[in-house]
């Protein structure tokens, strides 16, 4: 399974069904599991920890020391779920001890050409990060994510589950829960309605997500306002807990 013109390091632990490509090099402290397809040319150093089932196109550089100038060498981790693709070009780098010392990527995303994931990230599950999508480090991303292309988003950021952005959007704030944004610097420019329905989500519950996003973006209120009217709507509509989530966690303020 492993073809030998590949370099795998005599400390890397690779299960036994691991497929390893010509020329491409496999670092000390790297652990695959089973099902996993690491094609040609591709770099994976270690500390990394890689799941079951994930496909690695060639030229990928895999938990390579993060582009940090605080970072010191210290043994840092990145850490890789299952079932994610990773295309060709794309760079994941390791944490830093000013963080957790962790990137994490959780299972099932998918990753397109040249998307760059910096140190300290943590990305959910069933993301799709189109070509040339980048994070700075430190930034958070929720499940069922959608950047588009050339989308930039800036360190510290926090995006919630279900948004999405634009191709060449400029994130420089957070980015609410199922909350559209386009351009740079990034504007609101309503829900990801579409996610929803594919997820099988009533007209009833989009009607209500409808309503949500006018309450915060489309009505003149202050966030606090926004969040209290939010928050009693959420007995009868818990796909706003979410919504309300990332409003709450902000830090760098939203989107708006």
Known sequence: MIDPRAIVHPSAQLAEDVEVGPFSLIGPDVTIDSGTRVLSHVVIKGPTSIGKNNRIYQFASVGEDCQDKKYRGEPTRLV???????????????????????????SDNLLMA???????CRVG????????ASLAGHVRVGDDVVLGGFSTVHQFCQLGPGSMTAGRTGLFKDLPAYTLASGSPAVPS???????????????????????????????????????????????????????DSLLSSTRGIVR
């Open 80 to 106: 890789i779920g299952d079932n994610n693709v990773l295309r060709e070009s794309c760079t994941l780098h390791r944490g830093t001890v000013q963080d957790q010392g962790v990137t994490w990527v959780g």
């Open 114 to 120: 040249y998307v760059h994931i910096a140190h300290d």
């Open 125 to 132: 599950d069933r993301c799709i990060f189109a070509n040339n």
């Open 190 to 244: 309503g829900m990801n309605f579409e996610g929803m329905r594919r997820r099988g989500w009533s007209e009833e519950t989009i009607r209500e997500l409808r309503r949500a996003y006018k309450i915060v973006y489309r009505q003149g209120r202050r966030l606090d306002e926004a969040v209290e009217m939010l928050q009693e709507m959420v007995a009868r509509v818990p796909e706003l807990v979410p919504l309300v």
